[in-house]
């Protein structure tokens, strides 16, 4: 960190509620504390403990608010809701507690980020350009999906990404799940708790999964497989009733009755605005430490933009609390180093 930091630590008055949405740009300084980009879970869980911090966070949401759990019907697993939470209720109740304390929130879509600072720069796609001492990139990542007719309109009625959220709506009924992946594995044998049978379909004749969750598979009377086989298209009425199976091979055709697909074909981490700034791995995932921080100081990043393993509203709202837990600590530091630098020249006055 230079000593010429342009450093406004712009902190709150206290934790009045502040309940509108949108910005009043009068009010906002020049340079934010901190910018959280996305509003899924990490996103939320930043900025409520930002806000209680008193830090005054900006969250500008994405196209989406709430990310993934807004396409979410149920969810069963987050702790504290015994009865269960909608997705779109819980994301809501999330955004309610950040603006609560003070959070600040802005319905625009990121398009770029300029990593050199601080400040950094975020450009939006509403015309909007801000800087802040600190970022939070909560982007999350989008399940890559099939891109076949019928895909869309059922949604929530059969079509699924999340095994973990909505299997359990399938008790005893027959699931195609689509992929040869680590995921599609280990979410099959999930589904088998539930449904009565559970049909693989990859598209080739291996599978790329590893040979531990291959063997647990192979010897899961529940599950069978489909090879060399494509989904075309996802048919019923109010909820998923059939699938068209072709077969890459012969070209040949088919329908084939199902209560519901799930699609693990990969996921796709959000990060168009920061690739090549900040390390990835190979698959375009931040990488991030122990504490949240990306390959650039003042950058952190929480949720499924640097996590494509667990992929859990509890884990990463963890994530976003550890997150901005760690930006009130790099915040402050910057405070005392620049507190410091201004008491250096009256010091070396006083002592000349
Ligand atoms: P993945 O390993 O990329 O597998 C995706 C699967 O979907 C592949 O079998 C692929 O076929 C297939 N596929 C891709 N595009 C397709 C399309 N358009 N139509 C039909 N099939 C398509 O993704 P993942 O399973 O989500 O795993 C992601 C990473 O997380 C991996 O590194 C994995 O090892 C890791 N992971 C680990 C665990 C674990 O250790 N228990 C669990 C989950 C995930 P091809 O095989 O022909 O390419």
Redesign the pocket.
């Known amino acids: 960190m230079t000593g010429k930091l342009n450093l406004n630590l712009n902190l709150g008055a206290g934790v009045e509620p502040m309940l509108e949405s949108g910005i009043d740009s009068a009010a906002r300084p020049d340079v934010e504390n901190v910018i959280i980009l996305g509003s899924g879970p990490a996103g939320w869980a930043g900025a409520i403990y930002t806000a209680r911090a008193n830090l005054r966070p900006l969250l500008i949401t994405g196209n989406e608010i709430g990310g993934q759990i807004a396409t979410t019907t149920e969810v069963e697993n987050y702790p504290g809701f015994p009865d269960g939470v909608t997705g779109p209720e819980l994301s809501e109740r999330m955004q309610a507690q950040a603006e609560r304390f003070g959070a600040t929130v802005e319905l625009d879509f990121v398009t770029a980020v300029d990593v050199n600072g601080p400040p950094f720069t975020v450009e939006t796609a509403n015309g909007k350009r801000y800087r802040a001492n600190a970022l939070i990139i909560t982007t999350g990542a989008s399940p890559?999906k099939?891109g076949v007719p019928g895909e869309d309109r059922l949604i929530g009625r059969g079509v699924s990404y999340c095994a973990t959220c909505d299997g359990f709506f399938f008790r005893n009924r027959q699931l195609v799940v689509?992929?040869?992946?680590?995921?599609?594995l280990?979410e099959s044998l999930f589904l088998t708790k539930f449904a009565s049978k559970v049909t693989i379909v990859?598209?080739?004749d291996q599978l790329?999964a590893?040979p531990a969750?291959q063997r647990r598979a192979d010897a899961n009377p529940k599950i069978e497989y489909i090879w060399n086989t494509?989904v075309t298209n996802v048919s019923g009425e109010n909820k998923v009733e059939a699938v068209t199976l072709k077969n890459v091979q012969t070209g040949e055709e088919r329908q084939f009755p199902t209560d519901g697909v799930f699609v693990?074909?990969?996921?796709l981490p959000n990060n168009a605005p920061i690739a090549g700034k900040l390390a990835m791995d190979e698959h375009g995932y931040l990488i991030t430490d122990k504490l949240m921080r990306t390959s650039v100081p003042g950058i952190f990043a929480a949720g499924e933009i640097q996590d494509?393993?667990f992929r859990q509203v509890a884990t990463s709202t963890g994530q976003g609390v550890a997150a901005a837990m760690e930006v009130e600590k790099y915040l402050a530091e910057m405070e005392d180093h620049a507190y410091l630098q201004r008491q250096e020249p009256a010091l070396d006055r006083a002592t000349a």
Do not use: F
């Open positions: 890559r099939l689509v992929g040869g992946g680590d995921s599609s280990q990859h598209r080739r790329r590893g969750l494509v693990y074909i990969g996921h494509s393993r």
